[in-house]
């Protein structure tokens, strides 16, 4: 059964603290994404990894930073939360390459900063 | 999403068809990923068009026109469990682009 996970259901942090989100895939994919999801805004890309060390910034990277060192992990970080940052954050995992990339997603992380 | 758009609520009873439309503008296009979302949890895969056409799974469908930019997804028999929030994503250069999703309710 394939699997992302992701280190925390819940997280509340304060305004300036630095916020590590973690996401760990056991499907050998290539490509992995951080999503922050925002009611009536949908699903917004903030990074993208399509390979170990590599990094793309999507639609929305501003106070964002990622982590690849292995090709199971992702890391998302927020150098310093700010209220604004409050929202659900999904990571995914897909294959690359030809034929069909459906995502995996994650549970995802609800972070408050307070 | 920016450039894809999809009603944001629909309602239907129990055991009818009920059809979600979804609308793209993209300069490139790789594919069309349609995920159901139910509250609380992460997105899950339901279907995949990269040709114009209609693709059938069980219950549910998915239609795809890529010189209108268009597809729809088609649930039939529908149930109390098909209610839930259902994205639209097109894919081109190695990543989705996400419409805001339609919440679809079932009433029995």
């Known amino acids: 059964d394939v699997k992302v996970t992701q280190s925390s259901r819940y997280l509340v942090k304060r305004t300036g603290e630095k916020v590590f989100l973690e996401c760990v895939q056991d499907m050998d994919h290539e490509n992995m994404f951080w999503y922050r999801q925002d009611p009536g805004l949908g699903l917004r890309l903030i990074y993208f990894s399509y390979d170990v060390k590599m990094k793309e910034k999507g639609d929305i990277p501003e106070g964002y930073s990622v982590s690849r060192e292995k090709k199971e992990r992702f890391s998302l970080i927020l150098e310093s939360a700010s209220t604004n940052q409050t929202s659900m954050y999904l990571c995914?995992?897909?294959?690359?390459?030809?034929?069909?990339?459906?995502?995996?997603f994650g549970p995802g992380t609800r972070l408050t900063v307070t | 999403g920016q450039n894809i758009d999809q009603p944001t609520e629909m309602t239907a009873t129990e055991g009818a068809i009920v059809q979600i439309n979804c609308t793209y503008q993209t300069s490139g296009f790789n594919g069309l990923f349609w995920y159901q979302q139910h509250a609380g949890e992460a997105p899950t895969f339901l279907s995949y068009?990269?040709?114009?056409g209609l693709e059938e799974k069980g219950r549910f469908s998915s239609f795809l026109s890529r010189s209108k930019g268009y597809s729809y997804l088609l649930l039939k028999e529908l149930q109390m469990k098909d209610s839930a929030s259902y994205l639209c994503a097109y894919f081109y250069g190695g990543k989705s682009t996400f419409g805001d999703g339609t919440t679809l309710t079932v009433k029995p």
């Open positions: 995914a995992s897909s294959t690359r390459g030809t034929g069909r990339h459906e995502q995996y």
């Open positions: 068009n990269v040709l114009d």
